[in-house]
């Protein structure tokens, strides 16, 4: 089993930037992607950034050039560099991880961390 934990929401004004950690433990060895999403009041949530085992990264399309997803593995953790924040980026934002196997994908996911772009 994986757990995961977020950090690194807040409010922060348009044109700024955070970055968003997220730490993983438990079951590391079967987590095989990893990725961010986000869910705004009133919308769906949706993937905003993905990275797999190896490094292969996608945004979608709203993020491309602001946004950039990494990762530490001496540390368990993925990052979310968040950059020229725009009102619009207002989200819960949520870590996933995919674990398990091919076959069987099993889903992991943190408690979420508000970010809100607002002056």
């Known amino acids: 089993q994986v757990q995961l934990v977020e950090s690194g929401g807040g409010l922060v004004q348009p044109g700024g930037s955070l970055r968003l950690s997220c730490a993983a433990s438990?079951?590391?060895?079967?987590?095989?992607?990893m990725g961010w999403y986000r869910q705004a009041p009133g919308k769906q949530r949706e993937l905003v950034a993905s990275?797999?085992?190896?490094?292969?990264?996608n945004y979608t399309d709203s993020v491309k050039g602001r946004f950039t997803i990494s990762r530490d593995n001496a540390k368990n953790t993925v990052y979310l560099q968040l950059n020229s924040l725009k009102p619009e980026d207002t989200a819960v934002y949520y870590c996933?991880?995919?674990?398990?196997?091919?076959?069987?994908?099993?889903?992991?996911w943190g408690k979420g961390t508000v970010v809100i772009v607002s002056t």
């Open positions: 996933n991880a995919e674990g398990g196997t091919a076959w069987s994908p099993v889903d992991y």
């Open positions: 990275i797999t085992r190896n490094d292969n990264s």
């Open positions: 438990g079951s590391i060895f079967e987590i095989y992607a």
